[in-house]
């Protein structure tokens, strides 16, 4: 061997150990390298400010607040203290105060009563259904384990309950199947809810009887052949809707569906353009659908908000009843008050509140939110109002050290363009949580990124999946995600960060969130 051939092989060799010792200096992926005198903590808010102060995220408005709850340090603050449109973070407070004012053990009741007697296998009077709130009548609130149904049970409950009639004998009833929702008081709607979403499923009315959160679900499927009527299809209950119009199917070929859904009432127009209206008499509830849609397309869908959620309730469980064998066929629905002499057949408890929060909170859900908020109001102050269940709401923040007057809570989904909260307060609840004996319930609600919930198809393949626990929230220029999550060294953070009244698009947004999340979830002391 020459001479320069043994000094190349040497050269070799230490360039390889200098490679090697440097890959074993580098910081983990996501996590850049510090600048000469600047520690980890430094570099860590270098870097997120630069992320929502870059040119594009600058036209926005940013609220960041991230908080390390190991240590009691606030390690990030963007306009954190500023007030922001929260959409469905105000979920966290209504969920925080939920928890914190009734047990996690807490059900909600619904009371069956007989206002007849029982001769002969007929219930010679009315059945008598009153209402408390109960939102588990749901198959979406039956996803206890964020893992999904195998088969949709729309009608569990009244297929239970008409077991319990069969029991008692009842194989009849000849008078009226009523339904009394009285315990839920002031209006249906949350305050500063836009009439242009009340036709959406996710609006519906709150009602103290729920069946299927209150909406239908219209498919509209192609017919056979182009030029053909399309098909609907109505579930959970078939026939409620009266369909009015008609969409027709267009030759093989065309793309997409050109269909219209919508609502529309004297004096009322459509953000659609299409109507929708309720015979008031009879209660008959109307849609009306137009357009087109393609041979051998996908089915258009639309979650259509009833207008008689008590009637759609009493609606439901006639046609149960019915199909279970019990005569109903000459029975009337009605809504009216419990007469004080009926007889108390069974009260029916729903699954603790406990677990009632996992679906909500996970898929965001308004309509429970709503009705846990009632149920607040009613265990505290003896109303099942939303005015009430806000004093809840605001008893809970006096005591985290957040003044009435510093925010606006207006209702308890996060639907109203009313509610103002700041990243700042949003934290402290999440603190406030962290401390509490419930704090495994709130936690476990949450949906875990890149596995379920709204967060179910974020930060997938990243270093933050599986470790980030949050509540999203989403609305035209409203973007936000609060939550928790650990650091590479295991150090618990709390976290906010919202967008509002942004130009660039809801994903871009969301980026710029999923890539804070990320260099968190990379962040080392060392």
């Not at 043994?6 to 360039?15: P, V």
């Not at 963007?78 to 469905?88: E, I, Q, W």
């Not at 198959?139 to 297929?159: I, L, Q, S």
């Not at 809504?335 to 996970?362: R, Y």
């Amino acid at each position: 061997m020459t001479r320069c051939a043994s000094r190349r092989r040497m050269k070799t060799r230490t360039a390889c150990l200098l490679a090697a010792l440097l890959l074993c200096l580098a910081p983990r992926a996501g996590q850049p390298l510090a600048a000469e005198g600047e520690d980890a903590v430094e570099a860590l808010r270098r870097d997120l400010s630069a992320i929502f102060t870059e040119r594009r995220m600058a036209d926005a408005q940013w609220g960041v607040q991230v908080y390390s709850l190991d240590r009691g340090e606030a390690l990030f603050e963007h306009n954190a203290r500023k007030l922001y449109t929260p959409a469905s973070n105000v979920k966290l407070l209504t969920a925080a105060a939920a928890l914190w004012r009734l047990d996690p053990k807490y059900r909600f009741k619904t009371k069956v009563f007989a206002a007849g007697a029982i001769e002969g296998g007929v219930l010679r009077g009315d059945l008598v259904i009153q209402g408390f709130g109960d939102p588990s009548a749901s198959p979406r609130m039956k996803d206890a384990d964020g893992k999904g149904m195998a088969e949709k049970d729309y009608f569990a409950v009244f297929r239970e309950w008409a077991g319990r009639l069969k029991e008692r004998g009842v194989r009849a009833i000849s008078g009226r199947i009523v339904g009394d929702a009285t315990a839920f008081t002031g209006g249906v709607y949350g305050r500063g809810w836009e009439w242009d979403d009340l036709f959406e499923g996710y609006a519906a009315p709150v009602s103290a009887l729920q069946f299927n959160e209150n909406f239908v679900s219209l498919d509209v499927k192609p017919g056979a052949k182009a030029g053909a009527p399309a098909l609907t299809r109505q579930e959970p209950l078939p026939g409620y809707l009266r369909v009015e119009g008609g969409v027709t199917t267009r030759a093989q070929g065309a793309k997409g569906a050109k269909v219209t859904a919508g609502r529309a009432r004297p004096g009322f127009g459509s953000a659609s353009g299409a109507t929708i209206g309720a015979d008031g008499a009879q209660g008959v509830e109307s849609v009306r659908i137009d357009g087109e849609i393609p041979l051998k397309g996908a089915a258009f869908n639309q979650q259509v908000a009833v207008e008689r959620p008590v009637r759609y309730y009493l609606e439901a469980l006639k046609h149960l009843l019915g199909r279970e064998g019990v005569d109903v066929s000459g029975c009337p629905v009605e809504e009216a008050s419990a007469p004080e002499s009926a007889t108390l057949l069974w009260t029916h408890e729903s699954p603790p509140l406990g677990e009632l929060l996992v679906p909500i909170m996970k898929e965001s859900l308004n309509l429970p939110a709503e009705a846990v908020l009632r149920a607040m109001g009613r265990e505290a102050y003896g109303t099942a109002s939303a005015a009430d269940g806000a004093r809840v709401v605001e008893d809970m923040l006096t005591g985290v050290g957040v003044p009435k007057g510093s925010y606006v809570y207006a209702d308890a989904s996060g639907l109203s363009r009313r509610n103002l909260v700041s990243a700042d307060i949003l934290v402290k609840v999440l603190g406030f949580m962290h401390r509490q004996p419930t704090f495994p319930r709130f936690y476990a609600s949450l949906a875990v990124a890149g596995t379920d919930g709204t967060l179910k198809n974020r930060l997938k393949k990243t270093v933050a999946e599986g470790n980030v626990r949050a509540k999203t929230g989403t609305m035209s220029g409203v973007s936000a995600i609060s939550g928790y999550m650990k650091t590479n060294d295991g150090e618990l953070l709390a976290f906010s960060m919202i967008a509002n009244n942004y130009p660039f698009s809801k994903a871009a947004a969301e980026e710029a969130q999923n890539r804070a999340l990320t260099r968190l979830a990379a962040f080392s002391r060392k």
